[in-house]
């Protein structure tokens, strides 16, 4: 079983819709959850972090379930620039005393007009 | 404040030279890691360094892989010998010495080929 499970996708949806991505972590010793996103096979960039009370940024709700291992990515009223791949990714360190990241394979997102 | 640094962004060798990459943490940064992204895969773990110590290489391959974080200089990750399947985005992250919840903070990658 892979450390970090998503959906491979890809999602192909019109602008204006509303998409969901889903994550499963094996690692229940799991400390700290990021949704990341890389362009074109770029460098991937953070996009947000993951809390358990959910968190929003605009556009983009997180949320995490602990107790299933489970983490969300909802994006509203997507946008053309909104299509990359989304990385559902997870450290097993020590918080706040680094840890690597464990990612995801990667959901790619396509937003058409 | 400059992002992470990484150099050369390509890099061509033939099979059974040696390629070192070379990566400069973020200004106030003393954690780095280095990943890997094989093509058509997603990105794996290879090793974590503080200023001279490895803390972590539990993803490094056993065999022909080294990386070092000196007092002074840039992180380098080297391969010797270099083979086919080597040939990846090699993207080096970094983050502050009191960290928030673990993000790391990525460079533009090497991307390597092996001829």
């Known amino acids: 079983r892979k450390e970090v499970e998503q959906d491979p996708g890809p999602f192909n949806v019109p602008e204006g819709a509303t998409v969901a991505f889903n994550c499963t972590y094996s690692?229940?010793?799991?400390?700290?959850f990021f949704w990341y996103r890389q362009d074109c096979r770029k460098e991937p960039k953070l996009l947000m972090s993951?809390?358990?009370s959910g968190n929003e940024d605009g556009r983009f709700t997180a949320q995490l379930n602990r107790a299933s291992q489970y983490i969300s990515l909802l994006i509203r009223d997507s946008k053309l620039s909104d299509s990359a791949t989304y990385l559902c990714?997870?450290?097993?360190?020590?918080?706040?005393?680094?840890?690597?990241?464990?990612f995801g394979q990667g959901t790619e997102l396509s937003v058409k007009p | 404040n400059a992002g992470v640094m990484q150099n050369p962004r390509h890099l061509v060798r033939r099979r059974g030279q040696e390629a070192r990459l070379r990566c400069s943490p973020m200004?106030?940064?003393?954690?780095v890691y280095w990943y890997r992204q094989l093509p058509e895969e997603g990105l794996k773990f290879m090793v974590y360094?503080?200023?001279?110590?490895?803390?972590?290489e539990s993803g490094m391959p056993k065999e022909r892989f080294s990386a070092e974080f000196p007092k002074e200089g840039p992180s380098i990750l080297r391969i010797q010998q270099v083979v086919r399947g080597d040939s990846a985005a090699y993207f080096c992250?970094?983050?502050?010495?009191?960290?928030?919840?673990?993000?790391?903070?990525f460079g533009p990658g090497t991307r390597l080929t092996v001829l």
């Open positions: 992250a970094s983050s502050p010495e009191l960290a928030g919840p673990g993000e790391q903070f």
């Open positions: 690692n229940s010793a799991s400390q700290s």
């Open positions: 993951v809390y358990s």
């Open positions: 990714v997870v450290n097993i360190g020590i918080y706040n005393q680094g840890g690597k990241l464990i």
């Open positions: 200004k106030g940064h003393s954690h």
């Open positions: 360094l503080q200023k001279e110590n490895i803390i972590d």
